[in-house]
């Protein structure tokens, strides 16, 4: 057995802690190098190493100064193998992308559904693994799996590409979608599908769909054409291959057949079969709210618990088997036995649960924890925790960007850290806490182990507070409370039922009871003011010092030492962003796809004009963009501005109206639209004006005359004019070009702007030369999905904006485009502000 000292000399630590920070580093580089830079960084990080450990099997170092040498030594060659490993990695990857001339065509596919598909209430999602592609006869390269979605229903006809002249959806016909078949995992199908790279939402402090779907493997996203001049996709054979993804999907059928409520049967299917799209919106708000949603996927925690009581079983076994082999038991340990077996069954479940990243990343973690102490190491807690890092790291680098990976790992070191989860050697104290003449012997044990459970959660909790708030920027203040029920409501009772469910179907009704049971009490502590409470986001120094503070609170230390904690959590808790100087206005327009959504803001006040699409019932731009951006931009809305009725303008306001429940409605949606119940609005007419901190506000269309006769809804588009007497900003909606007329008759001279949200996202029936001619802006925003089947902004209205040396700027290229008023020249691009090489490069 190593002793500590031995295992310091060999400099394992900073082997394993550069490595990690090598591919850190890689992580952040704009773009990729060639691969042989790659190449030569791992050929010289093995070079140095063969020399480092040919020179210390001769002589070892000697003295503190030649071994910090040494160490510094063994952490430079670590870094360089882990950079150099996963950039030579992501090369690779790279090299089999989509080739961007086969973006928006019609190719003929053969392949194979690889894993279970995903219903929806508008599509069937799934993944094909490519066996032969045609394009026009010929055959052609694509990625090895591509990600797709079989569409039901009423679907506008796309032009063939996306830089064709078309307008809006009223101009384009629509053609009836053949409904999607029942898709099975191992079925070998031939369709043909329109593809294109892929591409997400790029918002400050917003999810990475880009690196999502990189870490999945997906290089190629799209849809099955099956329209009425396409030919129909066919099914070709059922085959027997995928064996577990047709099981899990059988599991989830017989669910969903088993119990009635589809609710209950949802969050059934995330438990056994690891489909978190089973759960509905409102329930996984009801889940974060009250902190219990790690509980309600396939998640290190069930693993980890999954594979403890598998380990005891499977050790148990062992034991009872001694009468019949006797010296099977001699040659490997009843404790190994265990440990072995409830690895092995945890790799099963967590295949059967679809090997989803976390699952993977908790099955190496288990693994390397396992396999060095059967292996008779006994590490410090600091080296077994880097081994597993590292593990991890080495198998999947992108994981450290991950909000999972850091959850998970500083969970598990602060256990250590704190010895409550295991000491030096890895060992649980098993020494029983109560020792009372009021407390029967036989309730010692299981009072002690929940007192130690107990603990272990307070520890937890207290340590990742600021580490949740600066991934999430929420935190659940009945967090402690609900998971102290739920923890052991779910892993000891819910999870087993829903699991021997699979063999006895009556347990799913059983099950579902306990959801039921559980759901409506997290309701009832999700309703209580200040259930959870939102913090701007910090930088990053902020969110280190906060886990530092609690992990130092945790710790078995004195109390004097504990409170020295306290000034560590006050930055991440307290941190408010900057703001725009008195008498200036800033501007933030999100990257929401198809839609607008624009952010106002002044030195004190803060307006949101329109919020974006609705993607479907479960999905819109409030939830998936709006609400995370502005809890963390910490923006308390003032004034909501629908500039009309459309959906793409006004999807996202259910999500953002209950987020801020301070803020008037101004629209010109009508007295009977279902937001009315919501917020009553306050009709937008022109005229209508205010001043916030120096800045004042106007509405310039539409006019109250409008309301009493029939109108398009792009007619009644709600302009908004923004100036601070020296630059000036217009946000026009969707007017058109009769519309445009009449704001040009009326004061021309008032609508000269620095900064133009371009009208009706560039459709040629907006952007008239008069209107142009009149705004002359500086910059123009085109806010406008990627790859839109309308093709906004259409070459032509691109056109009219170069000729008058407008920079026109288009969301899918830049992202999230924020502008000043203090310069008025400038935008910022998010895509460009922040680019990482597995995101679509984007010409401006």
């Known amino acids: 057995m190593r002793s500590l000292t031995a295992t310091r000399r060999t400099g394992f630590g900073p082997a394993l802690a550069g490595f990690v920070a090598g591919v850190a580093l890689q992580l952040q580089q704009p773009a990729l190098w060639p691969a042989d830079r790659y190449a030569a960084m791992v050929e010289l990080a093995l070079a140095l190493a063969a020399g480092w450990y040919a020179f210390q099997t001769r002589k070892p170092l000697q003295g503190q100064a030649l071994r910090m040498a040494g160490a510094l030594l063994v952490l430079l060659m670590a870094l360089l193998l882990g ?12 090299a089999t992308a989509l080739d961007p001339s086969l973006e928006g065509r019609d190719i003929d596919v053969t392949g194979r559904v690889v894993a279970m598909p995903q219903i929806g209430e508008d599509a069937v999602r799934f993944r094909l693994g490519l066996e032969s592609v045609r394009l026009d006869g010929r055959a052609v390269s694509l990625p090895p799996q591509i990600q797709l979605g079989w569409y039901a229903g009423f679907t506008p006809r796309e032009p063939k590409n996306a830089s064709a002249e078309s307008s809006d959806a009223s101009e384009l016909a629509l053609d009836l979608q053949r409904q999607p078949q029942p898709l099975r995992a191992g079925e070998r199908w031939q369709m043909t599908v329109r593809l294109k790279a892929p591409h997400g939402n790029s918002n400050p402090h917003g999810f990475d769909y880009e690196l999502w779907l990189w870490e999945q493997g997906i290089q190629a996203t799209g849809y099955v054409r099956a329209g009425p001049k396409d030919a129909p996709p066919l099914r070709l054979s059922n085959g027997w291959r995928h064996p577990v993804e047709r099981a899990r999907q059988s599991v989830r059928e017989a669910i969903y057949r088993q119990v009635a409520d589809r609710q209950l049967a949802g969050v059934l299917a995330a438990l056994v079969v690891g489909d978190q799209n089973a759960i509905e919106r409102a329930d996984w708000d009801v889940f974060r709210a009250t902190g219990v949603a790690h509980l309600m996927s396939i998640s290190g925690l069930h693993i980890t618990m999954f594979a403890w009581v598998a380990s005891l079983l499977a050790g148990r076994l062992w034991r009872a088997s001694v009468r019949l082999t006797p010296r099977g038991c001699l040659a490997l340990p009843a404790s190994s036995a265990g440990a072995l077996g409830g690895l092995l069954l945890a790799v099963l479940y967590a295949l059967f649960s679809g090997w989803g990243v976390p699952a993977q990343r908790t099955i190496w973690m288990l693994a390397t924890v396992v396999l060095l102490r059967q292996g008779g190491r006994q590490w410090p807690w600091q080296h077994t925790w880097l081994l597993a890092m590292a593990v991890v790291v ?24 704190t010895d409550s989860g295991a000491g030096d050697a890895g060992q649980k104290s098993a020494e029983p806490v109560f020792h009372s003449k009021f407390v029967p012997w036989w309730l010692h044990r299981p009072l002690s182990s929940l007192w130690r459970g107990a603990r272990e959660q307070w520890v937890v909790t207290l340590a990742l507070t600021p580490l949740s708030l ?32 699979v063999m006895y179907a009556p347990l799913w009704d059983v099950a579902a009871w ?15 003011p200040m259930a959870s409470v939102s913090v701007a986001a910090a930088p990053l120094w902020c969110a280190l010092a906060g886990v530092l503070g609690g992990g130092l ?11 020295l904690g306290v000034p560590l959590l006050l930055p991440v808790l307290l941190w408010q962003p900057a703001r725009v100087a008195p008498g200036q206005f800033e501007l933030l327009g999100a990257d929401i796809g198809q839609g607008n959504a624009v952010l106002v803001r002044t030195a004190g006040h803060s307006l949101l004009y329109d919020t974006g699409p609705r993607f479907s019932r479960e999905s819109d731009a409030g939830h998936r963009v709006l609400v995370p951006l502005l809890r963390a931009l910490g923006e308390r809305l003032d004034i909501v501005v629908l500039s009309h009725r459309d959906s793409d303008h006004t999807g996202g306001a259910p999500a953002v109206l209950a987020m801020q429940p301070q803020a008037r409605l101004l629209a010109s949606i009508e007295d ?20 916030w901190d120096g800045v004042d506000f106007e509405v310039l269309a539409p006019a109250a005359g409008d309301y009493d006769v029939p109108n398009k809804s792009n007619a009644m588009s709600c302009v908004l004019r923004i100036s601070n007497s020296v630059q000036t900003a217009l946000l026009a909606g969707d007017i058109e070009a009769p519309q445009e007329a009449r704001l040009v008759a009326g004061d021309a001279a008032r609508l000269k702007a620095d900064f133009l949200l371009v009208p009706h996202h560039g459709s040629k029936t907006s952007s008239s030369p008069a209107f142009l001619d009149a705004v002359q802006p500086r910059l123009a925003l085109a806010q406008a999905g990627y790859r839109n089947r309308f093709g906004h902004p259409v070459a032509g209205v691109a056109a009219r904006y ?13 992202g999230a485009a924020t502008w000043q008023s203090v310069k008025p020249a400038e935008i910022r691009c998010q895509r460009q502000a922040e680019p990482r090489y597995w995101q679509a490069a984007q010409p401006l």
Do not use: K, Y
């Not at 950079?83 to 790279?94: H, I, S």
């Not at 998970?408 to 850290?417: C, D, E, P, R």
């Not at 609170?553 to 409170?563: C, D, G, S």
């Open 470 to 501: 600066l991934l999430f920027n929420q935190v659940s203040l009945v967090g402690l409370l609900a998971n102290a029920v739920a923890i052991p409501w779910v892993t000891l009772l819910v999870t087993p039922l829903a699991l021997m469910g």
């Open 394 to 417: 080495m198998l999947d680098p992108w994981a450290l960007l991950q909000a999972g990976f850091w959850l998970s790992f500083v969970a598990v070191g602060v256990l250590f850290a």
């Open 802 to 814: 170069d000729e008058r040396g407008i920079r026109l700027v288009r969301s899918p290229d830049c």
């Open 83 to 94: 950079f150099g490993l996963t950039g030579w990695r992501a090369v690779a990857f790279q």
């Open 553 to 563: 609170i945790a710790l078995r230390l004195p109390w004097h030492w504990r409170l």
């Open 514 to 528: 306990a959801v039921g049971l559980l759901a409506w009490g997290l309701q009832g502590l999700a309703g209580w």
């Open 672 to 691: 009977g639209h279902e937001l009315q119940a919501l917020r009553p609005s306050t009709r937008c007419i022109a005229g209508q004006r205010w001043t």
